[in-house]
């Protein structure tokens, strides 16, 4: 993403590096409770980087140095703690069929009376 405005302004103790497209976003930040907020216009759109590579030649971001090295420097990915990566392999399964041979078996014939009583044994009615 390319940056018009770029600078630093103070939240909580803490210095940001901030980027903008406007200069509505200074406004912003001071009624989000930022303080020293200091946002230049860029010669041209840039990106964080090269941005950030501009700020460092001017005289007005000379005390925040530092902050603007650490905008830009890479970041080491840290793991929270406790966190273990682990790689398990794909398992196929290997599924084995078995032919089963059904028994043909004569027809059978129940009569109304041992339906009923069936009926009357499990659920108390006919």
Not at 11 to 34: C, E, H, I, P, Y
Not at 43 to 51: G, H, L, N, R, V
Not at 92 to 99: C, D, G, L
């Amino acid at each position: 993403m390319l940056f018009t405005f770029a600078g630093t302004s103070v939240l909580k103790g803490d210095v940001k590096v901030r980027f903008a497209n406007s200069t509505a976003r200074a406004t912003q930040l001071a009624k989000l409770g930022d303080t020293a907020i200091n946002i230049v216009e860029l010669p041209f759109a840039m990106d964080k980087a090269s941005a950030v590579a501009h700020l460092l030649t001017l005289p007005a971001f000379s005390d925040v140095q530092d902050v603007l090295r650490a905008e830009v420097a890479p970041r080491a990915k840290v793991k929270p703690a406790g966190t273990v990566k682990v790689r398990v392999s794909k398992v196929k399964a290997k599924v084995k069929t078995a032919k089963v041979k059904t028994a043909v078996k004569a027809p059978v014939e129940v009569t109304e009376a041992e339906v009923d009583a069936l009926m009357q044994a499990a659920y108390g009615t006919k």
